[in-house]
Nanobody, 118 residues
Framework: VQLQASGGGLVQAGGSLRLSCVASGNIRSIGRMAWYRQAPGSQRELVAS???????NYADSVRDRFAISRDIAKNTVYLQMGGLKPEDTAVYYC?????????????WGQGTLVTVSS
């Protein structure tokens, strides 16, 4: 199983980016999907998460600026980021709970760097 994240880059403050993360492999089912980020010198933090039958969850710092969505048929989770600020600069990691055999396990993508210039 592999999670491949993409879409990061350099953007000016106030700009937008869309991150994508696709899971590949022998996946029976997908549970919670999420995006985390880690800025230099900081701990990894939850940005947003989405799960079937529940409202998406957002960190207070990104609420009303970011939107998480998913396409289960494509094993893909997205993060639409708008109104970007320099403090959003970080490596963004996707995270999924995947059913491969008998239990859901947690998988991480490799990270994609988002840099917001002032």
């Amino acid at each position: 199983v592999q999670l491949q994240a993409s879409g990061g880059g350099l953007v000016q403050a106030g700009g937008s980016l869309r991150l994508s993360c696709v899971a590949s492999g022998n996946i029976r089912s997908i549970g919670r999907m999420a995006w985390y980020r880690q800025a230099p010198g900081s701990q990894r933090e939850l940005v947003a998460s989405i799960h079937s039958g529940r409202d998406p969850n957002y960190a207070d710092s990104v609420r009303d600026r970011f939107a998480i969505s998913r396409d289960i048929a494509k094993n893909t989770v997205y993060l639409q980021m708008g109104g970007l600020k320099p403090e959003d600069t970080a490596v963004y990691y996707c995270n999924m709970k995947l059913l491969i055999t008998t239990d859901y396990d947690t998988y991480w993508g490799q990270g994609t760097l988002v840099t917001v210039s002032s």
